[in-house]
């Protein structure tokens, strides 16, 4: 893989990167991405069906000397970017107002596109069928893989695993990270609604603040959440907005509170939900008020297959020598792979992306967020020793 041919193939891929990088486009409006996607799948000749859960594309490769129905290893990437306005000076710059590929699905998606080319130049020698899928809205609920599990893409062939890779610009170009069991957490979003009583800050008997309803609410049920959730088990409850359009003396009739839920246990998940809802109604009585407690339900925690990623661990030291794959900690981050893991054996590992003498240093979801290109190489390495052994 490292003759003077795939390097050439390298730069294309490159070209690729820096096509999507540009040209971002928000969760489930993937349209122009589908249509470049699929127009360089069929300039190469590979087998593809468009407009998957809308804006998704599923691409087969077959095993030459194997059956078609026989069951396969499935790839894949995401398509979608982010309400984020591009702070990098650098020719390829997101050309889309407000929009950017700051979570690397540009480079997940060029790197399974250049995995693809290089399985279907190779189909003489593949062990079982390959199926990739480039999937729409990972950042969005109710997250792209749920749908596109829907659409039946784990099915006809039906898929037997499952490997996506994530960029991490927290380790240098070169370097891969791996985590066996739980390795990210579940995601619910938490809205909350107050009804108070407004009025004239000076007259305290004669409003109900909605601020102090919400604070009280806020505090206790951290309180309730830290003192009952079970030692062994990962969690962050958050709260990121806290609105009520009063003044220094108006007091605003209602407020919101606008947060997030991350744990890796499911039975603690919906007694945390219970937990909170329980302290809504208490404090709202408590203030003669009103709480109404919503939550957005969002991606799975996920869990890496235990025997998938050993044998991914022990392809990938192979590949690139064991002393540059590194064991990774707990995320509380999520991530919609983990659909995947709840009907098949998954695996999601990270490509190191960081180069911190070239300024890369900027982690996923920052505006100067970047990669080391170098990286799509090493990846496209990776994806295609897993799916050759």
């Not at 489930?28 to 069929?42: G, R």
């Not at 329980?278 to 404090?283: E, F, K, P, W």
């Not at 009907?343 to 505006?367: D, E």
């Given at each position: ?13 490159r070209q690729?990167r ?9 969760s489930?409006?993937e ?16 087998e ?16 030459k000397?194997?059956p ?14 982010l309400?984020i ?5 650098v020719?390829y ?14 480079v997940h998606?060029?790197?399974l ?6 399985l ?18 990972e ?32 380790l ?34 004669r409003f ?45 009739s ?5 947060g997030?839920?991350r ?7 919906a ?11 208490q ?15 969002g ?12 044998k ?24 919609d ?16 992306t960081?180069n911190?003498?070239k300024?890369?240093v900027?982690?996923?979801h920052h505006?100067?967020f970047?990669?080391?290109?170098q ?15």
């Amino acid at each position: 893989m490292e003759n003077p041919t795939f390097q050439a193939f390298v730069e294309e891929v490159r070209q690729w990167r820096r096509y999507l990088h540009m040209h971002p486009e928000p969760s489930f409006e993937e349209h122009n991405t589908m249509n470049y996607v699929s127009q360089i799948l069929a300039k190469y000749g590979i087998e593809h069906q468009k407009n998957v859960a809308k804006t998704g594309i599923v691409a087969r490769i077959a095993a030459k000397h194997h059956p078609l129905d026989m069951p396969c290893l499935a790839l894949r990437a995401d398509l979608d970017a982010l309400p984020i306005e591009e702070q990098n000076d650098v020719p390829y710059k997101s050309q889309v107002p407000g929009w950017m590929h700051a979570c690397g699905h540009d480079v997940h998606t060029s790197i399974l596109l250049g995995t693809a080319v290089m399985l279907h130049a190779s189909a003489e020698q593949l062990k079982r069928p390959i199926k990739l899928i480039f999937q729409p809205g990972e950042e969005q609920n109710p997250g792209g893989a749920s749908l596109m599990i829907k659409a039946g893409v784990l099915e006809n062939p039906p898929v037997e695993q499952l490997i996506a890779l994530h960029v991490y610009p927290e380790l240098p170009v070169g370097q891969l990270g791996i985590k066996s069991g739980f390795y990210m957490a579940s995601s619910d979003e938490i809205h909350v609604e107050i009804e108070g009583v407004g009025g004239h800050g000076a007259l305290v008997d004669r409003f109900v603040n909605p601020i102090d309803i919400g604070m009280s609410w806020m505090q206790q049920s951290k309180q309730q959440i830290l003192a009952l959730c079970p030692d062994e088990v990962p969690q962050v409850l958050t709260f990121g907005r806290f609105e009520a359009l009063g003044s220094t003396n108006v007091v605003a009739s209602s407020a919101s509170i606008k947060g997030t839920f991350r744990t890796m246990n499911e039975t603690w998940r919906a007694k945390a939900k219970t937990i909170l809802a329980q302290t809504a109604q208490q404090v709202a009585a408590s203030f003669g008020a009103k709480i109404h407690l919503n939550f957005n339900e969002g991606y799975p925690f996920l869990n890496n297959d235990p025997v998938l990623t050993e044998k991914v661990k022990g392809i990938l030291s192979q590949e690139f020598g064991a002393d540059n794959i590194h064991e990774l900690d707990l995320r509380m981050t999520a991530e919609d792979f983990a659909f995947y893991g709840q009907h098949r054996p998954i695996c999601l590992f990270r490509l190191g992306t960081g180069n911190a003498q070239k300024g890369i240093v900027h982690a996923v979801h920052h505006p100067k967020f970047d990669i080391d290109e170098q990286a799509l190489q090493i990846g496209i390495r990776a994806m295609l020793s897993i799916a050759m052994q």
